[in-house]
């Protein structure tokens, strides 16, 4: 055993001895220092070079930090001179911008131009390249064998260590990585390693900057090459880079070095084979890459010019982030999502590099970067729909509904480049109203309306009776133990439904006749109805409306549809979602003018006054404006890029989109919205502000976690709050108060009347900012005493209200306490003794058929320590006063 352990602890020092005289380390003597002069090691125990290798297919496609969408960026100033640049600049940079003029930078001194592959001659169509497994995972070949992108990830990093325990190198191919799947036949892993490579090549295009920067330097006699960091083979590589890259361009491709075939990466010593097999000074040659570290830094120490390409700047990379976080969680919005996990395509990324974005203002944000890549999505789905119902022999008319149609119109209008339907002045409201023909008809509309939704006045409005007769029958059915019910039984009437039906029946002929003169439709038209949308109603009553008097066929093309089975039939929408969220979108697609609110008798519609602030329809109209910019850009990089996507590649983006913007609004975001409001409302006062974080943060001090789930006002609070509420809502959970937090606070109560009282020890339930929440029982006659001093020395009691069995709040009873050694200012109570008490005075109220509660919210601030604690308390702080007045 001596002399195994003498012989090691040899070789030990004599590796130590080698390393300290050649200043590398043992990995890189297979060149010579001498030539190429310091490089940049590569240790096994380099942290940042195993993050890269952990999660990655392509080490070049990923950053160290994990995915490169929170890198610190230093935006490069004026033009990149190279007398500019030093070895101990790391922040020579380029953009998707300074691309075409590149080469001018350096003049005639150039002879070879070198490009990294992934994600900067390629990119791919997906978020991140750890996306790519996702798509793979779908495949046939790969759901028959059930591989999962975890297992491909894990099978790749265990290669990587047992290439390096095989020869010191961690560069492996694609057969080493399948050759982990030790449960699978040869000819299994070859499929799947085919299977992975005909995957990237349906998610990879070329980036046209760098397609034209190849052209322009092969025409200046540069030499181009590409340099990779890759498990892919020359071949392999040269198969991928062939299917997207122009003939032409391939062509001038005179090398492709991929680190697998070297047996080295750009960051150890394959830039030292690239200069040498170049037969140029290093000076001589320029390098393009992604990667800080391994395009940049690496090649400059070895005398090679690079340049370091960053694809977006910070905010759009946080962005980009952000909205990958969303395209994974739509699935909890989706009706029927066919899967759990989702490949999160991104096919809008270079459109955002190339971008002019200088500026980052809110507009941008939500208009450019936002609702911008859904309102593409959204054209590419309508004119998809109307051209495939064109090729059925229909004759087909497009109308968008305004007013919140009317962005929806400029977007397939800029999409297409020509003007697509009619914008129309038809509402919901006139739909319903013009539809009842008969007592079934109304009994329809009542049918349809939720418990919770419109009021009395709201229903006799939308069956159009007046005023001074609402008011009889509201009066009538208020004396009834339920009066929505008895409110329906009069309207079946026979003078009540007949003042109805003559009312409908006007309002229909001079819908009508808007319909028939002004949008000039007749027998046979399909109609394509293009709005926001979701229940579908305008659509379904309209085709009850007309369909006696037309021979049409009405469709339903939207942006969002509901999963209920009410929905209006021969409807589509680019997003189908168990619920609705979409008012801040719907009020960025208006048109700046009032409601329709009748039609005259020769069917000129009839406009209201515009009822919300012009400060809104400024914002709004900044963010169409930059709605409009992005799909004009999109449109034209696509279609010079000679691009093309899936339609669900786009449908996936866009809800994404939209899901981020409701769910995960930034703080510009909210800001921005924060005064908007909408006027659907038919009450007297029409007009009803979007969100409010305060009443948010106070509701969460009263319920909790179950009951937040409105997205604007729970984004305040913190993403888990919105989070919380999209799972419980997704799958119906049924969980209560006690579930949410096992967390408690302890009251001591006694209840009590002139008879007897009994003391009980409850606990009180943790809600949010230390707020604490506990239901106490009203007893008629009797009062209930909250034994405060027990716990608490200081405390804030923020409400105390009295409930029904149901929780709807029957009265404030936080004005009847009586006070025992407390004392109260405002919300803020100081127990002066352990016997300090409140206690809520006996209401008598025996109309009360039943259980009642008192629900008591209050916050702890200084609890009451035990006789032991308080003693070495006070025994502390008299020391420490002995201790300062010695000092003084």
Not at 736 to 756: Q, T
Request: hydrophobic share 40%; proline share 4%.
């Amino acid at each position: 055993m001596q002399h195994i352990l003498k012989r090691i602890a040899d070789k030990i020092k004599q590796a130590d001895i080698n390393q300290k005289s050649s200043g590398r380390s043992c990995i890189e003597h297979k060149f010579d220092p001498d030539i190429y002069g310091e490089i940049i090691p590569r240790l096994p125990e380099d942290d940042v070079y195993d993050e890269v290798y952990r999660f990655i297919g392509h080490p070049d496609a990923m950053f160290p930090d994990g995915g490169g969408l929170t890198e610190k960026i230093t935006k490069p100033e004026g033009r990149l001179l190279w007398s500019d640049m030093r070895d101990i600049d790391h922040n020579a940079q380029i953009t998707a911008k300074d691309i075409p003029k590149v080469l001018d930078e350096f003049g005639d001194s150039l002879k070879v131009l070198s490009l990294d592959c992934f994600d900067t001659l390629l990119w791919r169509k997906t978020a991140t390249p750890k996306d790519v497994f996702t798509v793979l995972a779908d495949t046939p070949i790969a759901r028959r064998l059930g591989i999962t992108p975890h297992q491909r990830i894990s099978a790749a990093a265990r290669a990587r260590r047992a290439k390096f325990l095989e020869n010191g190198s961690r560069e492996i191919d694609i057969g080493d990585i399948y050759r982990s799947f030790t449960s699978l036949s040869s000819e299994e892993r070859e499929l799947l390693a085919e299977a992975e490579i005909r995957t990237e090549v349906s998610l990879c295009f070329a980036f046209s900057p760098y397609v034209e920067l190849i052209r322009l330097a092969h025409s200046r006699g540069i030499k181009i090459i590409v340099v990779s960091d890759t498990y892919l083979r020359e071949d392999e590589l040269r198969r991928l880079l062939a299917r997207h890259l122009p003939a032409d361009v391939m062509q001038a491709i005179s090398k492709v070095y991929c680190s697998v075939d070297y047996g080295t990466s750009k960051s150890d010593a394959l830039f030292q084979v690239v200069i040498k097999e170049s037969g140029v000074p290093a000076s001589q040659l320029l390098h393009i890459g992604d990667n800080d570290v391994a395009d940049a830094q690496a090649p400059r120490k070895l005398g090679v010019r690079a340049l370091h390409f960053v694809q977006f700047d910070r905010e759009v990379a946080e962005f980009l982030r952000l909205q990958r976080a969303a395209s994974s969680l739509i699935v909890l919005e989706q009706a029927a999502p066919e899967k759990v996990i989702l490949p999160c395509y991104s096919p809008f990324r270079p459109v955002l590099s190339v971008a002019n974005l200088h500026q980052y203002t809110p507009e941008t944000l939500i208009g450019y970067m936002s609702f911008g890549p859904a309102l593409y999505a959204y054209a590419r789905f309508l004119m998809d729909e109307v051209e495939a119902l064109q090729q059925q022999g229909k004759r087909v008319k497009v109308f968008f509904l305004l007013r919140d149609a009317y962005l929806l119109s400029a977007a397939c209008e800029a999409y297409a480049h020509k003007p697509v339907g009619k914008l129309v002045r038809i509402r919901k409201f006139h739909a319903i109203a013009a539809s009842f023909k008969t007592r079934a008809d109304i009994d329809y509309y009542i049918s349809g309306i939720e418990p919770e939704c419109d009021t009395l006045h709201a229903i006799a409005k939308q069956l159009l009776l007046p005023p001074e007769l609402t008011e009889l029958l509201i009066r009538v059915a208020l004396q009834s133990d339920d009066p929505k019910t008895a409110f329906h039984q009069l309207l079946h009437d026979e003078g009540v439904l007949e003042l109805i039906l003559n009312n409908s029946f006007a309002l229909r002929a001079r819908l009508m006749r808007y319909i028939s003169k002004e949008l000039e439709v007749e027998d046979g038209d399909t109609i394509v109805l293009a709005d926001i949308g979701y229940n579908g109603r305008t659509q379904d009553y309209l085709s009850r409306t007309i369909q006696s008097e037309l021979d049409v066929e009405i469709l339903g093309r939207y942006v969002f549809a509901s999963d209920e089975p009410h929905r209006a039939p021969n409807s589509k929408a680019l997003i189908t979602s168990t619920w609705d969220n979409t008012t801040v979108f719907e009020q960025c697609c208006t048109l700046r003018e009032g409601a329709v609110v009748d039609y005259e008798l020769d069917g000129e519609p009839v406009i209201a006054d515009i009822m919300l602030s012009a400060n809104q329809y400024e914002k709004v109209a900044n963010v169409q404006a930059e709605c409009l910019r992005f799909i004009e850009d999109a449109r034209t990089f696509f279609t010079t890029s000679d691009m093309t996507h899936e339609y669900s590649m786009l449908q996936g983006a866009g809800h994404a989109a939209l899901f981020r913007n409701a769910y995960m609004p930034v703080e510009a975001e909210l800001e921005y919205f924060k005064d908007f409001q909408h006027d659907k409302f038919m009450g007297p006062d029409r007009k009803k502000t979007i969100y409010h974080l305060e009443s948010a943060w106070k509701n969460v001090r009263c319920l909790p976690s179950p009951y937040r789930l409105g997205a604007y006002e729970t984004r305040g609070l913190g993403l888990d709050f919105t989070f919380s509420g999209l799972v419980q809502r997704r799958f119906q959970l049924d969980l209560g108060p006690d579930d949410m937090n096992v967390r408690f606070s302890p009251l001591k109560i006694s209840i009590g009347s002139i008879h007897e009282s009994k003391v009980v020890l409850l606990r009180a339930h943790h809600l949010h900012d230390g707020y604490f929440s506990i239901m106490l029982p009203y007893v008629s006659g009797t009062s209930v005493k909250m034994l405060f001093g027990e716990d608490y020395e200081w405390l804030q009691i923020a409400d105390i209200q009295l409930l029904s069995n149901a929780r709807s709040v029957c009265g404030n009873v936080s004005s009847c306490l009586d006070l025992e050694e407390i004392n109260r200012e405002g919300e803020i109570y100081q127990c002066l003794s352990q016997a300090s008490a409140a206690t809520i005075r006996p209401i008598d109220l025996h109309q009360l058929k039943t259980p009642h509660y008192y629900h008591v919210i209050f916050r702890p601030l200084v609890s009451r320590a035990s006789d032991s604690a308080a003693e070495a308390t006070r025994v502390a702080i008299k020391e420490e006063n002995s201790c300062q007045a010695v000092q003084r």
